[in-house]
């Protein structure tokens, strides 16, 4: 395609979600692709024996949410409710249900009172500063870190109580065989339009100062269009790793005022499901403080698979280990909480695979979250640049949804 009416510069979610509407919309499209596959941070093994239809990226629908259920209505896709239950590791011990903080209520309370937005580390600090509240006090940022991928000291503690006050922990649920099935359907249907992938093609530079945008690749091949969408992580625009020529002044300043988070995720096969016993049928989820702290099952579908989920500034302090380091850490976890040895865990290891995002060059983090100045951040990101340059994805998304998929296809 030597003129499409509109350049997408990333084939995740986002990307697609703009290319599936603007090609059925008969809109000439091309897209930009830094990575040898589609789905940026959705990425579901379906291949790669012995895993089968498992997530190294997004897995979760949180709740019911009215853009991806229609999309897989649209793509013939159901899903699957992920119930279950919570599990704890906490002083030598392995309990179900208790992960409920004492103080929780109080928490929330004084949250909803609060008139002026701060962080959520202020916010502690200034109205449970006792010694008696250091556990809620750290319950709350490992919260905040492991769910939200957060650093407590950005978050915004008003962000945080409308998420927090209303989860709806019965409504979750996975894609049926994967997500990877909503964005093959998306890829799928755009190239029926007429949109063309190009994959393995690494954007550095970006120059609008004429009455077309030229993007220019690491091998020095050039696509221009007069429009360009960036659908990109925000992690990516943050570091500017692409550059821009002018400069895009005070959209500059807008990434750093959205959050975005660190997440390693880790995925084990065990040859038997050894979590399952007569106490643990229905196990879903595992919190602890080890060093990988949580951890979660395949439940209901019965599988030999453990997900490691280890977020906010623990992964960014640890995002330089390599992935056998990571292996061996959640090893060392899951020894810890199931009183086993790592030498016999390692013995029962089948696979694994490791998804570092957070040093992942062509993500650079997990997803978003809001800070103080998100909102007024969102406002500047939302618009044009000089009617040439737009935005898509999760970082422009204003809802109850933030840090889903649902945010990134909205």
């Known amino acids: 395609m030597t003129n499409p009416d509109i350049l997408i510069i990333g084939a995740g979610a986002a990307g697609l979600a703009a290319a599936y509407t603007l090609s059925k919309g008969g809109r000439k499209v091309a897209i930009l692709e830094a990575r040898g596959r589609t789905g940026g941070r959705i990425y579901t093994l379906d291949n790669d024996f012995p895993f089968k239809h498992v997530e190294l990226g997004a897995e979760f629908i949180h709740g019911n949410l009215p853009v991806t259920r229609q999309l897989m209505h649209e793509a013939g896709v159901e899903y699957i409710a992920a119930g279950g239950e919570m599990w704890r590791y906490y002083e030598g011990k392995l309990s179900r249900n208790s992960w409920n903080m004492p103080g929780w209520e109080e928490l929330m309370k004084k949250l909803d009172q609060l008139n002026e937005d701060m962080t959520i580390a202020d916010f502690l600090d200034r109205y449970f500063s006792g010694a008696n509240y250091e556990p809620l006090k750290n319950w709350v940022v490992r919260f905040a870190s492991g769910y939200d991928t957060a650093n407590p000291a950005k978050a915004s503690a008003f962000a945080l109580r409308d998420e927090w006050g209303n989860e709806d922990d019965d ?59 960036l659908a990109l992580p925000l992690g990516v625009l943050q570091t500017g790793g692409i550059t821009f020529e002018p400069s895009l002044g005070h959209y500059n300043k807008a990434f750093q005022q959205i959050g975005f988070g660190a997440i390693v995720k880790i995925l084990f096969e065990f040859k038997d499901a050894f979590w399952e016993d007569d106490e643990r049928p229905r196990m879903s989820f595992v919190i602890s403080d080890e060093e ?21 500034l623990p992964a960014e302090r640890k995002k330089h280990l390599t992935d056998k380091e990571f292996v061996q850490q959640g090893l060392r976890s899951l020894a810890t909480i199931f009183s086993k040895t790592e030498a016999e865990l390692a013995d029962d290891l089948a696979a694994w695979k490791v998804a570092n995002w957070t040093s992942d060059p062509f993500t650079l983090g997990s997803y978003v979250y809001d800070m103080v100045e998100s909102h007024a951040a969102r406002k500047v990101l939302s618009k044009p640049v000089a009617n040439k340059l737009y935005f898509a994805g999760e970082f422009i998304y204003e809802g109850p949804s933030m840090g889903t998929v649902e945010a990134v296809l909205t």
């Open 171 to 229: 409504a979750q649920y996975r894609v049926d065989g994967g997500y990877g099935r909503l964005i093959r359907h998306m890829a799928d249907i755009s190239r029926l339009n007429g949109a063309e992938f190009h994959l393995n093609s690494i954007v550095k530079h970006i120059d609008w100062r004429r009455d077309k945008v030229d993007v220019i690749l690491s091998n020095g091949n050039v696509y221009s269009a007069k429009k360009v969408i």
């Open 292 to 312: 990988i702290p949580t951890w979660w099952t395949q439940y209901p579908i019965h599988s030999n698979v453990l997900t490691g989920w280890l977020g906010g």
